[in-house]
């Protein structure tokens, strides 16, 4: 497996730990794809840890190439995600988001596809989609509705701003807020608070609630779809490389 991705066993848990911090934690589609393997292969363990590396927890998909994208490759990076967060959704046992710097993006659906999430009170959330040339359509558009209210929901994903942990908490988005240092000790407690559990009837709570993920899946292939017919548009590549240059974009008007 990629150096991108840490994975190791904590007693009952196993954690993933995204290692690129120079880009943030942004993952590709290859290490979207190492992320989803190490979830897939935890099934014998009594919970699955997620969380980032040098200060970040995730930036979602990496821009590095939406300046100059190829359709081939930006529908794998697009499907990639879709089947990180579906890897996710699967897992027999509960998925925890140790979140432990900002979660962007992608790396905010990241947070909403787990079953469980805590952040430290430095971390912060929210979508990007629209200001780089993009749409968060594997999770922020529509399961976050059902899990923080609509309204909410279309407030982060269309204005792209950015909330605070005890924003994340006050909205649903998260379930705890703990002191920066002690994220990764509280993630470890709740896994022994879940290593005392049935995993069975975790497993049947956990399918039985996945009701609203099956239900906006075919949004998820519709969005994705959508995604792949504006690669190179001129938002995408106007969005992208403001980012990049660390800039204001300037869309094109309406037609």
Do not use: H
Request: net charge neutral.
């Amino acid at each position: 497996m990629s150096d991108a991705v840490i994975v190791e066993s904590r007693g009952p848990a196993v954690w993933i730990r995204l290692n690129r911090p120079e880009r943030r934690n942004a993952y590709d589609a290859e290490m979207a794809g190492a992320i989803t393997a190490a979830v897939e292969s935890a099934d014998t363990a009594r919970a699955v840890v997620i969380t980032g590396s040098g200060g970040s927890f995730c930036a979602g998909g990496s821009l590095q190439s939406l300046s100059t994208p190829t359709t081939a490759q930006m529908r794998e990076l697009y499907r990639a995600s879709l089947r990180l967060f579906d890897a996710i959704r699967q897992c027999p046992r509960p998925v925890i988001a140790a979140v432990d710097g900002p979660a962007a993006g992608g790396g905010n659906e990241l947070v909403v596809a787990c079953d469980l999430a805590l952040a430290g009170r430095s971390a912060t959330f929210g979508q990007t989609g629209p200001r780089v040339g993009s749409a968060p359509v594997t999770g922020a558009t529509n399961v976050m509705g059902v899990q923080i209210g609509e309204k909410r929901a279309k407030e982060i994903a269309m204005l792209c701003r950015r909330y605070t942990a005890a924003d994340a908490l006050r909205m649903g988005l998260i379930n705890a807020v703990v002191d920066d240092d002690e994220v990764e000790a509280a993630a470890q407690r709740w896994v022994e608070e879940i290593a005392l559990l049935s995993p069975r009837y975790l497993e049947i709570t956990k399918v039985s609630s996945n009701i609203w993920w099956d239900a906006a899946r075919a949004s998820f292939t519709n969005g994705v779809g959508m995604l792949v017919q504006a690669v190179g548009s001129a938002d995408m590549v106007e969005g992208a490389s403001a980012f990049l240059a660390k800039r204001p974009p300037v869309f094109p008007d309406p037609q």
